[in-house]
């Protein structure tokens, strides 16, 4: 089964991918990570995606498509798009993308949430710079300040968690990726992700999954 998450930045789509492999046996594709894996490593794609990301925005279509494609070689099966589509070009882009290889999309989770929550999930946000494991300053505290519960790697802040960037990222989502709502109308679920901890929220998804 290939699952998009969709919602907005801060909906909890990265921690919810991380329960679903975990739990489910699921591998998550996220498009955000690979840019992040690829500016580490200061590839060409590295580098011209860093210039989108800092400013909060969409890296154009193009480049993000023939990544995801390029993933897809490899790895194509129970797959979790976290981030990907974002918009309506890379929607048709994946349709195309499966049918090549005869696979397709079942189902699309949209987390649901109220965005006045999210600036403070966002700005509070650490990541763990090895395993890309999601804290909370406040709301999902590391045992040890600054260092991952699972490999001790350290807790960063993501250079676009800055309030400016976040209503960059805002806007792009209430733009450029809400549209996709419409889109999969005959696929979407979706799951109230206000007020719920990451718990909660896997437990509705896996219940209206039926995984
Ligand atoms: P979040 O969901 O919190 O915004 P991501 O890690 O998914 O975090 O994305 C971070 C940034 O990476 C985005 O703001 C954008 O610059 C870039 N990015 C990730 N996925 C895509 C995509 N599908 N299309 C274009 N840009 C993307």
Do not use: W
């Amino acid at each position: 089964m290939n699952i998009i998450l969709l919602g907005a930045p801060g909906s909890g789509k990265g921690t919810l991918s991380e329960f679903l492999c975990e739990k489910n046996a699921f591998t998550q594709l996220s498009t955000g990570d690979l840019f992040r894996d690829n500016i580490s490593n200061k590839t060409d794609l590295g580098i011209e995606a860093q210039k989108y990301m800092n400013e909060g925005k969409l890296v154009p279509d193009s480049v993000t498509n023939s990544m995801v494609e390029k993933y897809l070689e490899s790895k194509a099966k129970d797959l979790i798009f976290d981030g990907f589509p974002r918009t309506s070009d890379q929607a048709s882009a994946l349709d195309d993308m499966l049918a090549k290889i005869n696979d397709q999309i079942d189902k699309v989770v949209y987390l649901d949430i109220d965005e006045s929550v999210l600036l403070g999930r966002l700005t509070g946000r650490l990541i763990c710079k090895v395993c890309k494991r999601s804290f909370h300053k406040v709301n999902r505290k590391p045992l040890k300040e600054g260092i991952c519960d699972f490999d001790g790697g350290e807790l960063i802040t993501r250079p676009d968690d800055q309030e400016d960037k976040i209503k960059t990222r805002l806007e792009a989502y209430n733009t450029q990726t809400a549209p996709l709502i419409e889109f999969y109308k005959d696929k979407i679920i979706k799951v109230d992700a206000d007020n719920c901890t990451p718990e909660e929220l896997y437990n509705s998804v896996i219940e209206v999954l039926g995984a």
